[in-house]
């Protein structure tokens, strides 16, 4: 006997909405399927008043023929918030209690998962030219978005947020000024070109894209928290694949290992801050 559906079981939008994530996945092999539902509906929201659509059906046709309309509404799926020096607890107390460990590692290989238009490498890149480091480092910059890519790579920004990033500098413990790593140009400053000479950027999905090799440190802050926990096992795997034995994982505030399986192979470096090491065997 057939169990009865009822209206309540899911709606009309519900359905919408996993056709339209599994057309983008389909089409464009963007994987969206396992975002948080809330902050998906949002952002699907938005797009929708904005294009003047009358559904989310609609909203899928145009997706599928139209691919400028993709592009904006890609803008809207990816998390792209972000500062210099984010948190400055984070990068105080990695500057503390990590850079004296990485000082004694040969050579350096970061991954900045998320990246983003970019604040945080650079920030990452400053840290380390401060404390010796950078001539033996590659940072690794990924993120879904081509076109936030593109931003990170010109490493340009806006005057009017300097200000707060230099706050944020100095409670990192910045050792001079933030000025000294750009120049200011009419409305907007550069980063300096020094800064960008060990830096990779390449496009990497964490949804769907595999392991990406032998890192020494992992930063992936405030981007775990739009999925769901499905996908936050996945990404916690592929990071800890991702991580030579001794190697540090760097989450966001709001985000926990504590949840996935990969927990135990883990352990606290700074815990308030949200900084792990891949655990070493025991022989």
Request: glycine content about 4%; overall charge negative.
């Amino acid at each position: 006997m057939s169990q009865e559906i009822t209206d309540d079981d899911i709606s009309v939008e519900d359905i919408e909405i996993r056709l339209l994530l599994e057309a983008i996945y389909l089409r464009y092999g963007y994987d969206f399927r396992r975002y948080t539902k809330a902050s998906l509906r949002r952002r699907l929201m938005y797009r929708l008043e904005s294009s003047k659509l009358g559904s989310i059906s609609q909203m899928t046709e145009k997706v599928l023929h139209d691919r400028t309309f993709f592009a904006e509404l890609l803008n809207d799926l990816t998390i792209n918030v972000t500062e210099m020096f984010r948190d400055p607890d984070f990068y105080l107390a990695f500057r503390q209690e990590v850079v004296p460990l990485l000082k004694t590692f040969p050579f350096i290989k970061i991954w900045h998962a998320g990246c983003a238009t970019g604040e945080e490498i650079y920030s990452m890149a400053i840290l380390l030219e401060e404390e010796g480091l950078y001539d033996r480092a590659i940072l690794y910059a990924t993120d879904i978005d081509k076109k936030v890519l593109a931003q990170a790579r010109k490493g340009i920004y806006s005057l009017s947020q300097i200000r707060q990033y230099s706050d944020n500098y100095q409670r990192a413990g910045g050792k001079s000024s933030l000025s000294d790593y750009y120049t200011a140009r009419y409305d907007n400053v550069i980063i300096d070109q020094r800064l960008k000479r060990n830096v990779v950027f390449a496009d990497h999905d964490l949804a769907t894209d595999q392991v990406f090799g032998e890192m020494n440190v992992i930063v992936c802050r405030n981007v775990l928290i739009y999925f769901d926990q499905e996908l936050q096992s996945r990404v916690f795997r592929l990071f800890s694949d991702s991580l030579d034995l001794g190697g540090f994982l760097c989450l966001g505030s709001q985000e926990s290992l504590r949840f996935g399986k990969c927990e135990n192979e883990f352990e606290d470096v700074v815990a308030q801050a949200k900084i792990f090491r891949k655990k070493q065997p025991v022989l």
